[in-house]
């Protein structure tokens, strides 16, 4: 049962310590805060910035688990703006935003896509 008990806190242990390698990543640069958050398996989520008020700021990229870009859009003072691209399998979404309210939306499909966007 001794036995039993301590491998159940090792495991235990490894597991906490695991989940705290995947907490974000903030980074003072000039004015903004560069932010970096992680997926379960430690990957990169999502990188982009706020203002110090905590407003988000500049670029955004998302990814999926394994790496690939799914997401990429631009923020004024918290506030979506520009165009922003969306992908997924066999298609690209293009969103143009303007005070966070989309403004268009433009979709391309390729039935068998090669292109690797990272």
């Known amino acids: 049962m001794k ?3 301590i491998i159940a806190v090792f495991i235990l242990s490894g597991t906490v310590a695991f989940a705290q390698n ?3 990543t903030l980074e003072k640069k000039g004015d903004v805060i560069e932010a970096t958050y992680f997926h379960y398996n430690g990957t990169v989520a999502q ?11 500049g670029e955004w990229k998302s990814y999926d688990a394994n790496g690939k870009k799914i997401a990429v859009g631009n923020y004024e003072n918290g506030k979506k703006v520009g165009k922003w691209f969306f992908w997924n ?3 690209l979404s293009e969103v143009d935003y ?8 433009n979709h391309w499909t390729n039935p068998n896509p090669i292109v ?3």
């Open 98 to 105: 303007s005070n966070s309210k989309i403004v268009n939306v």
């Open 116 to 118: 690797s966007n990272k």
């Open 47 to 57: 990188t982009g910035f706020f203002t110090k008020e905590g407003k988000l700021q």
């Open 89 to 91: 399998t066999n298609r």
């Open 22 to 24: 995947n907490k974000p």
């Open 3 to 5: 036995k039993l008990l």
